[in-house]
């Protein structure tokens, strides 16, 4: 009976020492990198149910889309045969919501969804009471708004992130627009990803 014992435990303490080494691999790949968001350039509403209910629809088909897409989609939920509900800056039953999510060319299936299930959760968190919000992660981009925006130019909310060295010669700037205009050859007519991603060492 001790033998048996004996030889139980040893195998106990391996599992046990595994799964310790495993959890900080799972750990940081969880990291969802956020990067930043409009929250503060838009003004909270008083939100109908019918909206909240859409909102949620579009956030979920777009967190289950992410598994199985090539790392972007777009859709919305609702109808539009009522314009607004009161005076009173309520959005109205009708309100579709238009939702709209991009991870990175090499972020797909289970690391797009993961991404974009938490900008999902976060966007309500940091965003509540919005008709429309944008929020921003290292590998993926998530969007709704009760306006369709589905095939137009956005250049705003501008995201920008500051490097730690100032560039100043001409000779400089020169070399960074040739690396930029190489950058959206390189994702548009040279691979139509439309994402790339390169570096530049000056």
Not at 92 to 105: E, F, N, P, S, T
Not at 110 to 127: D, I, N, P
């Amino acid at each position: 009976m001790e033998g048996k014992q004996f030889n139980v435990r040893p195998t106990y303490s391996f599992l046990f020492v595994f799964l310790l080494g495993f959890q900080p691999h799972v750990t940081e790949a969880q990291s969802p990198n956020y990067a930043g968001d409009d929250c503060n350039s838009t003004t909270p509403k008083s939100l109908s149910n019918a909206y909240k209910t859409n909102l949620n629809n579009v956030l979920s088909w777009l967190s289950l889309d992410a598994a199985t897409s090539k790392g972007y989609n777009h859709n919305n939920f609702g109808n539009n045969t009522v314009k607004f509900a009161s005076l009173f800056n309520t959005l109205g039953a009708y309100a579709i919501v238009y939702g709209l999510y991009d991870c990175r060319v090499d972020v797909v299936g289970y690391f797009c969804q993961f991404r974009v299930s938490t900008a999902a959760r976060e966007v309500l968190q940091r965003c509540p009471n919005r008709a429309s919000a944008f929020i921003f992660y290292y590998f993926c981009i998530l969007r709704f708004s009760s306006e369709n925006f589905f095939g137009e130019v956005s250049v705003y909310p501008p995201w920008n992130l500051v490097g730690i060295k100032d560039v100043s010669s001409a000779e400089e700037i020169h070399k960074l627009k040739d690396f930029m205009r190489s950058l959206i050859r390189k994702a548009t007519v040279e691979t139509n990803q439309l994402y790339y991603m390169d570096v530049l060492v000056f």
